[in-house]
């Protein structure tokens, strides 16, 4: 997923003057920018503020990024200082060297919004593979809090004892669509690696 083709070619589109790509990365990566915004527990205004600062930023950067595989982290560090620079601003933290700051936090924060982005969009990518049944069975289970069985049933017209055993035929479906087997295969690939090296 770090090296995705998808990214790169996007990008590439973007430096010639594609606006469909450009509109393309910024839906992409608009909810890594949230994620962090909401992080530093800003207002959805104040996330908007950010946001803008940097796609700003992101149109001067663009023609000189070495690595356009490299974007997703850029787009994390560079949210990561228009958030404490918009704190900063607005007196909310106690004034600190900038440098430190960055040094203290943007990696590791930044390297793992990163990761969560990147698994929200396999996830929601698989979810869409699904059949629509299965996407609102799912989707009313994982609610906060979850819509109650009788309502489930009534919704989809399924009885309340079938309720369990379809969704565990959903969850079986969307571990092996292509994304998250590939997912899997990773995991496990990388898991015998550390049991043969523990030995």
Same mark, same amino acid.
């Given at each position: 997923?770090?090296?995705?083709?998808? &990214?790169?070619?996007?990008?590439?589109?973007?430096?010639?003057?594609?606006?469909?790509?450009?509109?393309?990365?910024?839906?992409? /990566?608009?909810?890594?920018?949230?994620?962090?915004?909401?992080? /530093?527990? =800003?207002?959805?205004?104040?996330?908007?503020? &950010?946001?803008?600062?940097?796609?700003?930023?992101?149109?001067?950067?663009?023609?000189?990024?070495?690595? #356009?595989?490299?974007? #997703?982290?850029?787009?994390?560090?560079?949210?990561?200082?228009?958030?404490?620079?918009? =704190?900063?601003?607005?007196?909310?933290?106690?004034? &600190?060297?900038?440098?430190?700051?960055?040094?203290?936090?943007? #990696?590791?924060?930044?390297?793992?919004? &990163?990761?969560?982005?990147?698994?929200?969009?396999?996830? +929601?990518?698989?979810?869409?593979? =699904?059949?629509?049944?299965?996407?609102?069975?799912?989707?009313?289970?994982?609610?906060?809090?979850?819509?109650? /069985?009788?309502?489930?049933?009534?919704?989809?017209?399924?009885?309340?004892?079938?309720?369990?055993?379809?969704?565990?035929?959903?969850?079986?479906?969307?571990?092996?669509? #292509?994304?998250?087997?590939?997912?899997?295969?990773?995991?496990?690939?990388?898991?015998?690696?550390?049991?043969?090296?523990? +030995?």
């Amino acid at each position: 997923m770090r090296d995705d083709p998808v &990214v790169v070619a996007l990008v590439n589109r973007a430096v010639d003057g594609d606006k469909g790509a450009w509109d393309e990365l910024v839906e992409r /990566y608009a909810p890594l920018i949230w994620g962090i915004g909401r992080r /530093y527990r =800003l207002t959805p205004a104040d996330i908007d503020d &950010v946001g803008q600062g940097v796609w700003l930023r992101l149109i001067e950067h663009l023609p000189t990024l070495r690595e #356009p595989a490299a974007l #997703p982290g850029w787009i994390a560090t560079t949210t990561q200082r228009e958030c404490f620079r918009l =704190l900063r601003a607005a007196s909310r933290v106690d004034p &600190v060297d900038p440098a430190e700051q960055r040094d203290a936090v943007e #990696p590791a924060v930044a390297e793992e919004e &990163v990761l969560r982005h990147e698994q929200r969009t396999i996830v +929601r990518s698989a979810f869409g593979q =699904l059949s629509q049944r299965c996407q609102l069975l799912l989707a009313m289970i994982t609610k906060d809090p979850p819509t109650p /069985y009788d309502e489930i049933s009534r919704q989809l017209a399924m009885p309340v004892g079938s309720i369990g055993p379809n969704r565990a035929r959903c969850l079986e479906r969307l571990r092996r669509t #292509p994304a998250l087997a590939g997912l899997a295969d990773d995991s496990g690939t990388n898991t015998g690696k550390s049991t043969g090296t523990r +030995r």
